[in-house]
């Protein structure tokens, strides 16, 4: 469906980005999202992305981090929602990233990102389906290191996965039920994060997060078992998390090196 609207309206999309950003040359304008990731509903927008120096004019206008926003007209009924990324945010974006990625190889820890919208920025970018300058997009995106964002986020969730289910042992101990239940779900949520990683998918938004694992793909078991936990409103606390260490343990044992980094292996603890 998303190749067919694209191929369809792709020159009225492009004329619409024209119409709000006055004046742009041959840009690098790419469609990302839920469209493109395959979960949008009938209440989705269309994702546009710019990289320009340059404001947007239409309704809705918003700045985030590294990005300004607004909605600049509709195709069929759904709105067309235009986001400009600066050139200037992106190097930034690439030097903090890169940070990031290097921290993988050492044992002292994973660096992570100031701010959620910037993995929201290199997924896009890494999964875009350019509208003009195709090129540019994949140069865009080999700068940025987005070819390495499956595995920093299969670090960033699995040490956090086990940060969480350790604090719901230390709940459980003081006898907290209530609050361990709470950070129970938090580890079910990084360990599907972090068997989803694993198989390549990069979607950080939390609320596609049981559509995409139930998907069929890499880890299904594990997948489907903290999808199952996760909407299961009375969690059996001492099995499940029994269950979760030892998925976390899996999942981790089975990585391949340069997937899965030293501290990481490290806090999982020796091969069982």
Known sequence: MTAALVDQHRERIVTAVREAVPGLGEPVLFLAGSMVDGLANDGSDLDVYLVAEAGVTGAATTTRRREKNGTIGFLESREINLSILDPTGLAELATS????LASMAGDGGIAQLDSE????????????QPLRGGPGL????????CDRLDAYLAN??????????RDVQGELSAGREE?????????LVHTGQLALALGGETNPSR??????????????EVRDWAADRLVTAAPDLPADLTRLTTQLR???EGARDGVVGPYLRRIVGPPS
Do not use: I, Y
């Open 138 to 145: 994949r140069r865009l995106g080999a700068d940025l290191g």
């Open 207 to 220: 609320k596609w997060l049981v559509r995409l694992l139930r998907r069929p793909g890499a880890h299904q």
């Open 97 to 100: 990233f890169g940070a990031c």
């Open 250 to 252: 899996t999942l981790v």
């Open 117 to 128: 919208n910037d993995l929201k920025v290199l997924h896009r970018v890494r999964t875009g």
């Open 156 to 165: 960033l969730h699995g040490v956090t996965a086990l940060n969480r289910a």
């Open 179 to 187: 609050s361990a239940g709470w950070m129970l779900r938090e580890a």
